[in-house]
DNA sequence: TTATAAGTGATAATCATTCTCGTTTATGAT
DNA sequence: ATCATAAACGAGAATGATTATCACTTATAA
């Protein structure tokens, strides 16, 4: 992968925004430093991104996908009821972790090596929760 | 929700068809049995019989969504590596349904009611587990 | 039987993403 | 330094899944 302004732009973008934002802002975000970038650069370079391992693509949203420059492995929650897409607390993150181990000893054979933090976690989140029956 | 042979097909289709087929393959097999039925009304069903609990739309896979006619709460798998995607073995269903208890009854209060069968589990599969390092 | 609201089908519209292709640019070798 | 070349770029067209529109049909309850 050779160096480019642009990627090297979008890259920045996504390092200093911690909001998993979708294509369409990074551009946005892109044009206001460089307004001469086209969009099909910035789809391309998500990609090369993503498949590098430098960002996270966040899918099964609602047909949009949103990408992340956190570079250690995290959770992400979607909630069901007000929509919102965040990172778990550390805490919770930690909680995860310790499952997915456990997973990775005792699940069965048949699928091996999953990996919990490539999933969306969706549910209902502490705001929405309140009063509601589990 | 009003009765409609339209609808009823479909839903036929979907609980005859464990395969967990796109809207596209749904609507090929409805024409076979309904040649005038339009695309509009496939994709409007199938989006009111996931709304009524009575299918369930898988996201998150290629931009194409897929549904499953099973009733019954079961998991799903992804192999990142063949593309296929299945429903895991009784064995791993049970397993999982275990991890879920645990996850429920220990995960911190931040995030409640996460429902692990709505996810999509993302591995590598049997298959092409073979000779791979974990 | 009839009123009416829900459902249908054809087609146009939407919208995120990818493709094409001619131009520009980073980079390794001379 | 400059050159060759393959990678990256930008504009705009194309794609493809899904949704919206709207006139017409049909299930259902009074």
Redesign the interface.
Same mark, same amino acid.
Request: aromatic letters at 2%.
């Given at each position: 992968m050779r160096y480019s302004k642009q990627r090297n732009l979008i890259l920045n973008i996504l390092r200093e925004n911690p909001v998993h934002p979708t294509a369409e802002w990074i551009f946005e975000k892109a044009r206001e430093e460089m307004p001469g970038i086209g969009v099909a650069t910035v789809y391309r370079n998500l990609n090369a991104l993503v498949e590098a391992g430098e960002i996270e693509r966040i899918?099964? %949203?609602d047909?949009v996908d949103r990408f992340d420059g956190n570079h250690m492995p995290h959770y992400h929650?979607k #909630?069901?009821t007000c929509g919102r897409l965040y990172d %778990?607390?550390p805490?919770?993150q930690e909680?995860?972790a310790r499952?997915e181990e456990?997973?990775?000893e005792?699940?069965?054979?048949?699928?091996?090596?999953?990996?919990l933090n490539?999933?969306?976690? !969706?549910?209902? #989140? !502490?705001q929405c929760?309140c009063g509601?029956p589990?």
């Open positions: 899918s099964g %949203l047909g929650m #909630c069901n %778990l607390e805490e919770s909680s995860l499952m456990v997973i990775r005792t699940f069965p054979t048949e699928a091996v090596g999953i990996k490539t999933m969306l976690l !969706k549910g209902t #989140c !502490k929760s509601e589990m």
